[in-house]
């Protein structure tokens, strides 16, 4: 049986006048949406903007909530509580459901970004505070993340749990990214991320950055726009993966296949 997946992207990025990825392009592209929830980036008209687009072009919607750093665009640590993670993701979520509700859709599934999407996966503290506003808003919302904590807590808070797979970022074997700050840890060979994106895809296996492989079960694959030449990179990695047989789907539609086949 060939394998369904999802494409996802980070959109919605921009703030007031400026404007990051081409979010037009990449929704000719993707299946679901990681939108911008106003902390790292976007703003009410932005939100407006693409949840409206995602809805007419049938992209599934997803919370993109990050630390409140609109300067650092979310890449740095706040130093901040459980608690005010909690009350943040949930703030970012509910600005987020009022676009979705106005637009006659939902929020499906929730996302972090950067250094939250970094610290959820090894702080308990953290995952059991975005796994709490999750559930508590929505039992239905799935929750995306790379195995580790934040998946741990979302699982024993009743979440369904998409594990992303991160095509152009080096792993280490323990499953984790390598950190930005490390030489490697961006991939940019096209080629090199296509066959790894199949690889992940259609084996199950992914090759770290030591040379080891290990097994990944990918429901969702991150593809992003910001940088040069991505929208022509994300576009080549759908097409290769459908000519491999494998269907493209928003992740509600993913996730419900996988449970049907359970």
Do not use: W
Not at 111 to 129: I, S
Not at 207 to 221: F, W
Request: charged share 25%; hydrophobic share 45%; aromatic share 4%.
């Amino acid at each position: 049986m060939n394998p369904t997946i999802d494409l996802v992207a980070d959109l919605g990025e921009g703030f007031g006048a400026y404007t990051i990825g081409d979010d037009t392009e990449l929704l000719e592209i993707v299946s679901s949406a990681n939108i911008a929830c106003g902390f790292h980036a976007g703003d009410p008209d932005i939100m407006d903007a693409t949840v409206a687009e995602c809805v007419r072009r049938g992209v599934g919607i997803g919370a993109h909530p990050s630390f409140p750093d609109l300067r650092g665009f979310g890449r740095r640590d706040m130093g901040l509580t459980a608690a005010e993670v909690r009350a943040d993701v949930l703030y970012q979520l509910g600005a987020l459901n009022g676009f979705a509700s106005f637009h006659g859709t939902k929020v499906t599934h929730l996302a972090p970004h950067g250094r939250l999407g970094n610290l959820v996966a090894v702080r308990a503290d953290y995952a059991r505070a975005v796994a709490e506003a999750a559930a508590r808003v929505d039992k239905e919302l799935i929750v995306v993340a790379q195995e580790g904590e934040l998946a741990k807590a979302s699982r024993e808070a009743g979440l369904g749990v998409a594990i992303v797979g991160i095509v152009d970022r080096a792993y280490q074997e323990d499953g984790t990214l390598v950190p930005r700050s490390q030489p490697g840890a961006v991939l940019h060979h096209p080629a090199a991320i296509v066959e790894r994106t199949l690889r992940m895809v259609c084996e199950g296996k992914i090759r770290c950055a030591n040379g080891a492989d290990i097994e990944i079960d990918v429901d969702t694959v991150l593809l992003h726009g910001d940088n040069p030449g991505a929208v022509e990179l994300a576009r080549l990695i759908r097409s290769e993966l459908v000519s491999a047989g494998v269907r493209i789907a928003p992740l509600a539609e993913v996730m419900d296949a996988k449970r049907k086949a359970a």
